[in-house]
């Protein structure tokens, strides 16, 4: 079982930016992938960004594309989301996930953290 623990939410303006950040308790590559996904009130889950922890293969919504960077540091087992250029409709709760090797297996999920992003 893997934790992970989400940080760096809150309130931002409009064209303003966040860094999130994801802690697992082991290393990294006990998962193949971690991302995140996010959820506004009353829409459904979206998946936002996702990297490999072996090759870093990065994923991207194409709402989010050339604005958000999701990167690793494989010694600290962190996954990062860089959001640049922040618009109202990123405002949503981000939760960051861990997809186990074995399909069989259920993902790690992290609390969750709130991105607001109002004037």
């Known amino acids: 079982q893997v934790q992970l623990v989400e940080s760096g939410g809150g309130l931002v303006q409009p064209g303003g930016s966040l860094r999130l950040s994801c802690a697992a308790s082991?290393?990294?590559?006990?998962?193949?992938?971690m991302g995140w996904y996010r959820q506004a009130p009353g829409k459904q889950r979206e998946l936002v960004a996702t990297i490999t922890t072996t090759s870093g293969t990065t994923n991207y919504a194409d709402s989010v594309k050339g604005r958000f960077t999701i990167s690793r540091d494989n010694a600290k087992n962190t996954v990062y989301l860089q959001m640049n250029n922040l618009k109202p409709e990123d405002t949503a709760v981000y939760s960051c996930?861990?997809?186990?090797?074995?399909?069989?297996?259920?993902?790690?999920w992290g609390q969750g953290t709130q991105v607001t992003v109002s004037s």
């Open positions: 996930y861990g997809r186990p090797w074995a399909a069989t297996t259920d993902p790690y």
């Open positions: 082991a290393s990294i590559f006990t998962v193949y992938a």
